[in-house]
């Protein structure tokens, strides 16, 4: 994401602009991670929010466990058409954005929440939207980058500068 990530594009070599894009494909495969997480621990927040509201008793660990496909499984499908993924595992994670997640609430926490006060969890749930929206606002600049790789790999073999030919060993 840094301003000059892309500064002479149409002049690098395609071997470049293929790795630059493999690069950007594995930062957003970790950005998407990392919101997931952020956006879970969000939902099991949100859910002990919820239960306190209707004024149920506290869950111990095995009911939260076992309602938690019921609390994560809202955000399972996506809108839209997305993005296929190219990378399944999110590789190596920033860590200050990993850091950053664990400051906000640390997943040795999650178990715990219910012993946790009113205003405790207002600030997670606070702090955990902010970080899922600054998450979102990389990934959509990571994918800007993505676009304008893929952008110049097509010009590039529209033009015919490059050729599948190139891609067979």
Do not use: C
Request: without cysteine; charged residues 35%.
């Amino acid at each position: 994401m840094a301003p000059d990530y892309l500064e002479g594009l149409e002049g690098w070599p395609i071997d470049r602009v293929r790795t630059k894009r493999d690069e950007a494909t594995e930062a957003e495969t970790g950005l998407s991670y990392l919101r997931r997480i952020a956006q879970g621990r969000l939902d099991i927040v949100l859910a002990e929010q919820h239960r306190r509201q209707l004024g149920e008793d506290a869950p111990n660990l095995d009911d939260l466990v076992g309602r938690l496909p019921e609390i994560l499984g809202d955000r399972l499908h996506a809108s839209g058409l997305g993005r296929l993924p190219a990378l399944m595992g999110p590789g190596e994670l920033p860590a200050e954005l990993t850091d950053r997640l664990e400051a906000v609430l640390p997943a040795d926490r999650l178990g715990s929440l219910p012993d946790h006060d009113d205003d405790e969890l207002a600030a997670a749930s606070s702090a955990l939207e902010e970080l899922e929206r600054s998450l979102s606002s990389q990934r959509r600049a990571v994918f800007d980058v993505l676009d304008n790789l893929q952008e110049e790999l097509v010009r590039r073999y529209r033009s015919g500068e490059a050729t599948v030919d190139s891609l067979l060993p």
